[in-house]
């Protein structure tokens, strides 16, 4: 690996938290106007630079992705619901449905196919939001990569488009890192990734739309969508982030999506140092252990291999 990748990389996983943290307040609002688009950390349900379960489901995902490469299903379905009983700040609705399931002593399998019957159309972006730790951990190998982004998908969300959603994530990360321009690598991703009709067409069709094209909301075609506009649309990290995140919304899903792909693009030291450095969150697996940039660098290098921590 050389030091540019790495760096781009790193600029996935911090960027996902930061994309994460400032879209945090604006979840679940209106789109803002372009005359007053939000652009510093602020504080919503939580605390300004918070990030949230969007962000901390991807550090039970690296977690068991340090214990398990290739991924294991049954153990990553152990690390959520650790993460589940430990009492985060918010759960998806169908991510709270399979791991309370799980929870109880249901097999992962039995948990997530319940769910998906009971709800057979439900396509959320619960698991595209926390995808990106596998395209770290198989930042060279595009088969497991795409193998493994679909396995995370389904220990909770086995709709189709929502295991087709999070390997075109990871590959778009993939040969962003190796210094592909965005549209370059969104199309090779497009073209690699076995995607559902509804969700290519949603992808080919996102640099051509205006902000009130993108509903934004939480159907996993709605988040991509407005993430690969954000990337294909703008020329920095900024303006990706900003962008995507004052559609409102499921801002901070969004958000944590643009941001992995944009910090792919340009890089950790795109990153304005003003987000960096009031970016934080408290893991609850780890109780009241602070996390912050430097340690979400520590975890991507452990998962790229760049360097043997502890």
Same mark, same amino acid.
């Given at each position: 690996m050389n030091l540019d990748t790495q760096d781009r990389l790193r600029g996935a996983a911090v960027g996902a938290a930061i994309g994460d943290a400032l879209g945090m307040p604006l979840e679940f609002g209106p789109a803002i106007p372009l005359d007053r688009l939000v652009r510093e950390m602020r504080p919503g349900r939580l605390p300004a630079g918070t990030f949230t379960d969007d962000t901390e489901m991807a550090l039970a995902l690296a977690d068991s992705l340090l214990e398990c490469c290739p991924l294991d299903a049954g153990n990553l379905s152990q690390?959520?619901?650790?993460w589940y009983r430990a009492g985060p700040s918010d759960v998806g609705i169908q991510t709270g449905s399979v791991l309370s399931r799980i929870a109880g002593g249901t097999t992962w399998q039995a948990a997530v196919d319940a769910v998906q019957?009971?709800?057979?159309?439900?396509?959320?972006?619960? @698991?595209?939001?926390?995808?990106?730790?596998?395209?770290?951990?198989?930042?060279?190998?595009?088969?497991?990569? @795409?193998?493994? @982004?679909?396995?995370?998908?389904?220990?909770?969300?086995?709709?189709?488009?929502?295991?087709a959603g999070s390997a075109f994530v990871n590959a778009v990360i993939y040969?962003?890192?190796?210094? @592909?321009?965005?549209?370059?690598?969104?199309?090779?991703?497009?073209?690699?990734?076995?995607?559902?009709?509804?969700?290519?067409?949603?992808?080919?069709?996102?640099?051509?739309?205006?902000?009130?094209?993108?509903?934004?909301?939480?159907?996993?075609?709605?988040?991509?969508?407005?993430?690969?506009?954000?990337?294909?649309?703008?020329?920095?990290?900024e303006e990706a982030v900003v962008q995507v995140v004052n559609l409102g919304n499921d801002a901070d899903t969004a958000g944590a999506v643009v941001g992995a792909l944009a910090g792919a693009a340009y890089g950790l030291g795109a990153i304005p140092a003003a987000w960096r450095s009031a970016l934080h969150g408290n893991w609850p697996l780890l109780g009241a252990e602070r996390w912050d940039v430097e340690r979400i660098v520590m975890l991507a290098d452990r998962l790229m291999g760049a360097v043997d921590l502890p």
């Open positions: 690390h959520f619901v650790a019957r009971s709800k057979p159309d439900a396509a959320g972006n619960g @698991s595209v939001m926390r995808c990106w730790p596998v395209a770290l951990a198989h930042w060279d190998d595009m088969e497991r990569l @795409s193998v493994d @982004s679909r396995l995370q998908s389904r220990v909770t969300h086995g709709h189709p488009e929502c295991a040969d962003l890192a190796r210094g @592909s321009a965005p549209r370059e690598a969104v199309r090779r991703a497009t073209a690699q990734v076995a995607l559902p009709a509804g969700l290519r067409q949603a992808i080919e069709a996102a640099p051509t739309k205006t902000r009130a094209d993108l509903p934004n909301s939480g159907w996993v075609r709605h988040t991509v969508e407005s993430a690969v506009w954000g990337l294909l649309t703008t020329g920095s990290f």
